[in-house]
């Protein structure tokens, strides 16, 4: 547990500096590295598989500041699709379960084909960000994924529709969905 704690702060402190190259600044960064060490308290619970731990963890860290760049600005960064893609790879590698590639493919034609009929709704990061997170699931877990991710999904948008605080034409980031129903799908 120790190890995911420390590895959680210095990876949160590693992210908030690659953000800051990118233009990228949190507005809360004590509150990003906060609950990535929560999580990674989570996870240690969870897994007794270090080095995935330790994937997983960095696999966290990694959603929360997508969903913190998402939620602000509309957008994810390739960069971090990037490290997720490659958490996944490692995540594989340690499992030695290939078969995650496949899950990995259908989430990108999945989320592809949603992004064409949703006419934008869905970008370019949200659909490299699900080939990376698929890289992460046997594909009877990924039914799970998608079911927090679009369940979740669909419920603050209600809200928020039912509240006026956005209009059917308005974009909703869609990242933060992503990483919350992979979260949930992994610790579950």
Same mark, same amino acid.
């Given at each position: ?11 949160? +402190? ?24 929560? +999580? ?35 957008? &994810? ?23 995650? &590639? ?28 699900? +080939? ?50 992979? &979260? +949930?799908? &992994?610790?579950?």
């Amino acid at each position: 547990m120790v190890l995911n704690i420390i590895f959680a702060i210095f990876f949160s +402190l590693f992210i908030l500096y690659v953000n800051n190259k990118i233009k990228y600044k949190h507005d809360y960064p004590k509150l990003f590295i906060g609950i990535s060490v929560a +999580l990674s308290v989570a996870i240690s619970l969870k897994l007794t598989n270090q080095p995935q731990g330790l994937i997983i963890t960095g696999l966290f860290t990694v959603l929360i500041n997508i969903t913190l760049i998402d939620f602000k600005c509309l957008e &994810i960064p390739n960069t971090y699709n990037l490290i997720v893609f490659l958490f996944g790879v490692i995540n594989m590698l340690i499992l030695k379960d290939f078969s995650m &590639i496949i899950t990995g493919i259908i989430s990108f034609i999945l989320f592809f084909i949603i992004a064409i009929f949703s006419r934008g709704a869905l970008g370019g990061g949200d659909i490299k960000l699900a +080939l990376g997170l698929g890289l992460f699931f046997k594909l009877s877990a990924y039914a799970s994924f998608l079911m927090y991710t679009f369940g979740v999904g669909a419920l603050i948008a209600t809200v928020l529709l039912i509240l006026k605080k956005k209009n059917r034409k308005d974009k909703i980031a869609f990242g933060p969905f992503m990483a919350l129903g992979a &979260i +949930l799908a &992994i610790l579950m």
